[in-house]
Structure formats: structure tokens, C-alpha cells
Nanobody
């Protein structure tokens, strides 16, 4: 059974850092696109970053570029999101998502991803 479980969310001050981890099971990361999304209260779920680990391809939403880094560890079956220089607008529940995919481009359309974790809360205080 395919499962994803996020961890690492916390309360952090502006300018601080957090590392989120998505523990996966039941599938081979090499055959899947994996992405991080976030959802703030009253807002739609939005993409943050995507990784195609077999091809070494990563992509980031503009707000994450230069501050966030997504990485995959196939041996540990984890997909991490390192977040630096955090801002209050980064406050949200962060989700990881995955879908079997053999293409070469990241997709940022949430309904396309068939498998989701339960989310982890990130709060950035001013």
C-alpha cells in the first residue's frame, strides 16, 4: 500500500529554517513524481517544489526559489524540503504528494497527484 507521511513542521521565527521530511512506502521513488504543496487558512492549496528523483530534476515555485531545496533519498525512501529564510507568508500546512510518472517535467496541478500525506504545520512568527 502506497503511503506518505510528513514530519518536521514547527513554530519558527522569521528568518529561521526548517527541514520537512516525507517518509514514503509502497513505491519506488524512481518511478514517481513527488511534490510539496502547502495550504494556508482560507487559501487554495499551492505548489512549492517538485522532484523527479530518477532524472535529477527539481523545480520550484517562484516564492520558494533561492530559499527552499527539495531532495530525495532513495535508500531511505524520503523526500525532504529544506526551508531557509522563512517568512510569515510561508505559514501553512505542508503536504507531500506523489504520482507514478515517467516524463521529464514537473506538474504543479494538485488534482493530478493521486497520493497525499496528512500534512505538517509550519508556523512562522514575526
Amino acid at each position: 500500500q502506497l503511503q506518505l507521511a510528513e514530519s518536521g513542521g514547527d513554530l519558527v521565527q522569521v528568518g529561521g529554517s526548517l527541514r520537512l521530511s516525507c517518509k514514503t512506502s509502497g513505491f519506488d521513488l524512481n518511478n514517481y513524481a513527488t511534490a510539496w504543496f502547502r495550504q494556508a487558512p482560507g487559501k487554495e492549496r499551492e505548489e512549492v517544489a517538485c522532484i523527479l528523483s530518477a532524472r535529477g530534476i527539481t523545480d520550484y515555485r517562484d516564492s520558494a526559489k533561492g530559499r527552499f531545496t527539495v531532495s530525495a533519498n532513495n535508500a531511505k525512501n524520503t523526500v525532504d524540503l529544506q526551508m531557509d529564510n522563512l517568512r510569515p507568508e510561508d505559514t501553512a500546512v505542508y503536504f507531500c504528494a506523489a504520482r507514478e510518472f515517467y516524463g521529464v517535467g514537473c506538474l504543479y496541478y494538485a488534482p493530478w497527484y493521486l497520493n497525499w500525506g496528512q500534512g505538517t504545520q509550519v508556523t512562522v512568527s514575526a
